[in-house]
């Protein structure tokens, strides 16, 4: 295993999408993003008409730093986040 590090002031990929952005590193064979979003934005009004399809299809494992926001899954549970909560989200979800 090599020692790698990268910082998201020189992102490798950075997405932007009405009221999202998105910067992405990969570092060690894993992919790591920091999402900062607009207050209001949610996936079904603002990302969904830009990438199709009714629910959120990918995985997210992550660390809220500010702000609270929410997620509800096709099923019907919700949950809220606050700073310093990590999470777990499966495919199949609006937030």
Known sequence: ?????????EPDETVELPGLVE???????????REVVA???????????VV???????DHVGLT???HWGV???DGRTLE????DVFEI????DS
């Open 1 to 9: 295993m090599e020692l790698s590090a990268k910082n998201f002031d």
């Open 81 to 84: 986040f606050h700073p310093g």
């Open 52 to 58: 199709g399809g009714d629910w959120c299809e990918a």
């Open 39 to 49: 207050p209001g934005w949610r996936w079904s009004i603002d990302t969904k008409p």
């Open 90 to 93: 499966p495919a199949g979800h």
């Open 65 to 67: 730093v500010s702000r």
């Open 23 to 33: 910067e992405v590193v990969e570092v060690g064979g894993s992919v790591v993003g």
């Open 72 to 74: 509800a899954l096709k």
